[in-house]
C-alpha cells in the first residue's frame, strides 16, 4: 500500500503565503513525476503544478510567478510554496504522485487526501 500524506493548509490572508508538503511511504520502487491539483467548490479539479523526478516544472498559468514546486527525492516528498495568495486560490488541494510499487508491474497514480487552503480577502 501506498500513502500520501498532505500538510501545510490552513488560513491566510490575502497577499500571504502557506507551504504545502506531502510525503509518500509505503512499498515504493520509484517515484516518477509528482504534482499538486486543487478543486474549488463547484469547479473541477484542476491542476496546479507538477514536478519531474529530474526537476523539469510544470505550471497553471494562473498561478506563475507566484507558486513554487519542488521535491526532495531521497524523502518522497514534494512541497508547493505559494506567495501572493488570493482569494480565489481558495480550494483543496491535493497531492498526486506516478509511483511504481513492489510487486505492481505498472506505473500507477496516487492520491492525497486533500488539504484546504482558504485565502481571505
Known amino acids: 500500500q501506498v500513502q500520501l500524506v498532505e500538510s501545510g493548509g490552513g488560513l491566510v490572508q490575502a497577499g500571504g503565503s502557506l507551504r504545502l508538503s506531502c510525503a509518500a511511504s509505503g512499498m515504493i520502487l520509484s517515484i516518477n513525476s509528482m504534482g499538486w491539483y486543487r478543486q474549488a467548490p463547484g469547479k473541477q479539479r484542476e491542476l496546479v503544478a507538477s514536478i519531474t523526478k529530474g526537476g523539469s516544472t510544470n505550471y497553471a498559468d494562473s498561478v506563475k510567478g507566484r507558486f513554487t514546486i519542488s521535491r526532495d527525492n531521497a524523502k518522497n516528498t514534494v512541497f508547493l510554496q505559494m506567495n501572493s495568495l488570493k482569494p480565489e486560490d481558495t480550494a483543496v488541494y491535493y497531492c498526486?504522485?506516478?509511483?511504481?510499487?513492489?510487486?505492481?508491474?505498472?506505473?500507477?497514480?496516487?492520491w492525497g487526501q486533500g488539504t484546504q487552503v482558504t485565502v481571505s480577502s
Open positions: 498526486n504522485a506516478e509511483i511504481w510499487t513492489l510487486g505492481a508491474g505498472v506505473w500507477r497514480a496516487y
